[in-house]
């Protein structure tokens, strides 16, 4: 699965997208690229879209009608499921629901995605060695009393964004999506993911980021969408904004709601 | 002693003594010890109270003749609640799969054409079940217990109510191949249900179908976003669970070269209690095939022993509750890390 990051403009680009449960519009022509090594923000309150929208990308949900391209290619949403776009080179790690609570840490890293033996059965052996290299080197984990074998419930909130983070990471994936990553952890912790978006970007990758606080959208991201009731209101560059000016913005699209 | 609790609840909970740590993991990896250690318990005790029966061979090769069928149907029943549903249809597969093979061999001869047919009836319900849970999306307790009543509704239509004598099997090589007694005693069905044992711990713990199941299970949320197909899974399941329970039929019908219509009534309960005294969670994500194998065992030898210690028979029901009352309680108690550390800080201090 080795790609070259070089020879598409964007690695991920929606035309007209709409998605619809029953009557509601919960994404109503929605248009918008991430660029080759662009860290995209993507911005709205609740209800707005933002997780309709990456349900989409991720093959979670199909939509009602609309392309989609990877790589500038364009995708049929034939047969659209969670392990074609992790075949593209799309992963994602969301605030919470990436990991399961009972499973042991090395059957999270790779399910979905099992080594098999010659008779079809999971590696077991070779899972945990990888598992085990990727806990020491990439996440970091040292000395904590976690093993391959610690069931996720035994991990802190950071320690869990890490592995799902890690596992991104391994599988070599060409956009991340991280799904309000940050939530419900500490400060110290944030900075730890904070990191790791940058070096998202350093390695050549591109990242969908969703986050409510703004100070950490503003800190790491290239570009910012905003989504409102399902609709792209506004796309802005960093360099056209100020934190305090992206604040007020969205503070008058909130106002302009009640109103 | 004080603090020393509290050391211990500390360092497993947030990882600080990564010695207690490792300490109860491997005592807790073997998968279904404790439940091994109750069932040995169980005998000794039985040995005691009654020598005569316990001592001698006999009493354990009655035991390997019927505990086959409610066994391979728990084995079924682990992947199931592993996969955070549940199935209360197999009751009515084991009458309705006897059904099928007895009707074809007293009116047509035919045996292992009607093995199969009836391993098919098993699948055809189970895929039955996995679309309407998946497809229609009605919970599985719901639907099983609909199917359950109408198959066994059929079963008694179709047969009127009636049983089938069909003694003529014991002559034919297909009884000799399941109900066979290997040198006159030991029987041989329960080598089939060792071998299936095998096989399903196999398929839920190290295939990638098993741990899709135990991701299910866990959070179908987490399931689905990780890839996995959930509802062929389920479908996949149901298919197995249905297939399982007809062969569980088949080797009830063959030992006993009967068919009735009630036949498979009274396994819901028993069978239901094995899974859960062998350590399997209700509450899914996780299956433990070695606790439903020696539960099996538990449940099926406590009737014969309560018998031949010379209490009522009338006390069988009452004693498998408290088994499964002591052995769930026990397994929640294990399940919480901070409470298995003061267990182990007890024996720690008493060693």
Partial sequence: MTLDRNHYECIVRLENLQLNYGKVE???????????????????DNGAGKSSLIKVITGVEKPTRGKLFVRDKEISFKGHSVKKVH???????YQTSSLGEKQSLWRNFFVGRQIKNRWGLIDVQKEKTIAQEMLLEKIGFRGVGITVDSPISELSGGER????????????????ILDEPTVALSLKEVAKVLNFVREIKDSGRSCIYIEHNMYHVYEVCDRFVILDRGEVVNVIEKHEISLNQLNEYLLSLSTKKSV | MQSNDTNAINGA???????????????????????????LGLIGL????????????????????????????????????????IDLSFPSIIAFAGFVFAYLFKNYQWTWAAFILTILAGIIIGLINGLIITKIGMPSIIATLSTGFFWTGLTVVFSGGLSYNIAELEKLNIYEFFVHRIGGIFPVQSLWALGIAVILWFVLNRSAFGEHILFMGDNLQVAKVVGINVDRTKIVLFVLMGALSAFAGLLLTIENTTF????????????????????????????????????????????????????????????????????????????????????????????
């Fill in chain 1, 161 to 176: 964004q890490g592995v799902a983070i890690g596992r991104a990471m391994y599988f070599d994936a060409d956009l991340i």
């Fill in chain 1, 26 to 44: 919960a994404l109503k022509n929605i248009s918008f690229e991430v660029k080759n090594n662009e860290i995209v923000g993507l911005i709205g």
């Fill in chain 2, 13 to 39: 909970g947030s990882g600080k003594d990564p010695e207690i740590r490792t300490h109860i993991g491997k005592w807790a990896r073997i998968e279904g010890l404790p439940i091994i250690l109750v069932f």
């Fill in chain 2, 46 to 85: 039985f040995m005691i109270a009654a020598p005569k029966t316990f001592l001698g061979y006999y009493i354990y090769m009655s035991f390997l003749s019927t505990i086959p069928p409610p066994l391979i149907l728990g084995l079924g029943l682990t992947l199931i609640i592993a996969g955070g549903e």
């Fill in chain 2, 260 to 351: 009735w219509a009630t036949q498979g009534s009274g396994f819901l309960l028993i069978v239901m209690a094995a899974v859960f005294i062998g350590g399997t969670s209700i509450f899914g994500g996780q299956g433990i095939i070695v606790g439903t194998f020696f539960g099996s065992f538990i449940v099926g030898s406590i009737e014969a022993g309560i018998v031949a210690t010379g209490i009522q028979g009338f006390y069988t029901r009452l004693v498998v509750g408290l088994v499964l009352l002591v052995a769930i309680s026990f397994h929640l108690f294990m399940e919480k890390p901070e409470k298995r550390a003061i267990l182990a800080n007890f024996f720690k201090f008493h060693r």
């Fill in chain 1, 87 to 93: 075949d593209l080179g799309i992963e994602t790690v």
